[in-house]
């Protein structure tokens, strides 16, 4: 098996003896060296990259979907081009910033140079590449359109990856204000209205129903919030266990949240676009209807539309038509159904789906922006009520105190 690659930064001179500097591939200093001698240039440092704090900091980064996609339209641009496959790795290596990314890269490059086909080199990777992503590149191989499958997988990939960071952002919009709103109140109650109490105990009057009531939420919050975090650090704990551990409790999450108002339809409408453009990027690439609706089940995403493509796929196998078998099921909206039907009766069953995927994309996007614009609002008032209570609470004696001098005066 080949030598595990890094890269490496170099600096020397040209042919010219003009300065010159860059990164190239190799399996260690002395070989970069030689290999940069091949090329005229006479290399005065080599040192190998990711070193310093900043590799530190880089080294343990993680391989996500997003590079992933990156590294798919390289290399699929880099085929287009005509660039040879094993060079087309060391090329895409060379322009990822991820470390992780680019030793990953280059693990399937020496796997490929050694003789291994592409599908088994991304095989060995299964905590990176889908068995959608594998069986895709083994169908472009054996057909010998691996450059069109690429592309085919690239704007796959880029599509999905959108989708998903356009519900992310909508999730993570309003949690992101309600965890700054309790961190600000939490202060408020802890350090600020301790201030003012002080300041009320000196009136020698009785305060005001409401001030007394954030008062004695303050005073329990002092003698208490270290239990309100350590509770709430180990619900968050125990709920990531739970989704980790439990299958029956992830499944349990993903149906409840396709009932949820307003979130539910959304994420709903997703699944219905990831099924489509899976099965439409699939089919396209001439694998069988029923292998492809195995791989659509597990890119799925959610429980429910899982165990309806499983039976989807069951009834197809036994002779019944795609279209029907969606109907039986009572998940997939009739429009998509119809679509279906159409497309298997047109024989252009991959380019109805992939219509149908844009259409439900779409409709995920127009839903985001509104749910976007609908949520702004409403934090606003949330914190204006949350906050501006608090303070209001604070400056209701002082407010009172100074009506009962004017009514004195």
């Known amino acids: 098996m080949a030598t595990a690659s890094s890269i490496f930064a170099w600096e020397g001179k040209d042919k010219s003896g003009r ?42 980064k993680k391989v996500t979907p997003g590079d992933i996609a990156l590294f798919t339209r390289q290399l699929a641009t880099m085929m287009k081009a005509g660039v040879p496959l094993v060079q087309s790795f ?123 009531m954030v008062v004695d939420m303050s005073r329990w919050m002092q003698d208490w919030w270290f239990i309100v975090v350590a509770i709430i650090a180990a619900l968050v704990v125990a709920y990531k266990q739970a989704l980790k551990r439990s299958k029956k409790f992830r499944d349990a999450q993903e149906r409840v949240s396709l009932k949820m108002p307003v979130i539910g339809d959304i994420l709903d409408k997703s699944c219905i676009a990831r099924f489509a453009r899976t099965l439409s990027t699939t089919f396209a690439a001439g694998v069988p209807l029923v292998d492809a609706l195995e791989s659509v089940a597990g890119a799925a995403g959610n429980v429910v539309y899982y165990n309806a493509i499983k039976k989807v796929k069951v009834d197809v196998s036994s002779g019944i038509q795609l279209n029907y078998a969606m109907k039986q099921t009572e998940v997939f909206p009739n429009m998509v159904i119809q679509m279906v039907a159409i497309g298997e009766e047109s024989g252009a069953l991959d380019g109805m789906l992939d219509k149908a995927a844009t259409y439900y994309e779409e409709m995920v996007d127009n839903a985001v922006d509104g749910l976007t614009s609908l949520m702004e609002p409403i934090i606003m008032s949330f914190l204006g009520v949350v906050i501006g209570g608090l303070i209001i609470a604070m400056y209701l004696p002082i407010f009172k105190m100074g009506d009962a001098i004017s009514g004195g005066g």
């Open 90 to 212: 060391e090329i895409v290596a060379d322009g990822m910033d991820n470390p992780s990314m680019r030793t990953l890269i280059l693990k399937i490059r020496d796997d490929i140079s050694s003789g291994n086909s592409f599908a088994h080199a991304i095989r060995a990777n299964p905590e990176h590449f889908d068995d959608l992503f594998c069986n895709l590149i083994d169908a472009g191989k054996q057909s010998g359109a691996l450059e069109t499958m690429l592309d085919r997988l690239a704007e796959y990939k880029e599509k999905t990856e959108a989708l998903k960071a356009k519900i992310k952002s909508a999730m993570n919009y309003p949690i992101a204000v309600l965890v700054v709103a309790s961190i600000v109140s939490g202060i408020l109650l802890i350090k600020v209205v301790p201030q003012f109490e002080e300041i009320f105990q000196g009136f020698g009057a009785e305060l005001p129903e409401f001030t007394q």
């Open 19 to 60: 300065k010159t500097k860059g990164e190239i591939t190799s399996a260690s200093a002395t070989i970069a060296k030689n290999e940069l001698r091949k090329q005229g240039i006479t290399a005065t440092k080599v040192s190998k990259k990711g070193g310093g704090l900043a590799g530190l900091l880089n080294a343990g």
